[in-house]
């Protein structure tokens, strides 16, 4: 059983940056896929980046250029950059853990960014 937990999100001007962080309580090393998810209002959630064991990261095309996921698995962490944000970035994120490859099995509770002047 992993535990997910997010921090990082907040109130930031368009233009600006945040850098989300998604703490495990166990080892990611031999977890397949870890990511992030986002929900804006109203709105379905979405896959914004995943980093996969052993493959280049991907990343909603929205964010491409912007964002950066990354892992470090010797410190159990999942972090998000994100720069240059817009309004439209503006939702709640989730981070996830996909241990096989075959699904996700564990999701945190998310953080709030909210992306206005």
């Known amino acids: 059983q992993v535990q997910l937990v997010e921090s990082g999100g907040g109130l930031v001007q368009p233009g600006g940056s945040l850098r989300l962080s998604c703490a495990a309580s166990?080892?990611?090393?031999?977890?397949?896929?870890v990511g992030w998810f986002r929900q804006a209002p109203g709105m379905q959630r979405e896959l914004v980046a995943a980093a996969a064991r052993g493959s280049n990261p991907s990343y909603l095309d929205a964010v491409n250029g912007r964002f950066t996921i990354s892992r470090d698995n010797a410190k159990n962490m999942v972090y998000l950059q994100m720069n240059n944000l817009k309004p439209e970035d503006t939702a709640d994120y989730y981070c996830y853990a996909d241990p096989s490859g075959y699904g996700i099995e564990y999701w945190g509770k998310g953080t709030r960014v909210t992306v206005s002047s």
């Open positions: 166990g080892s990611i090393f031999s977890i397949d896929t």
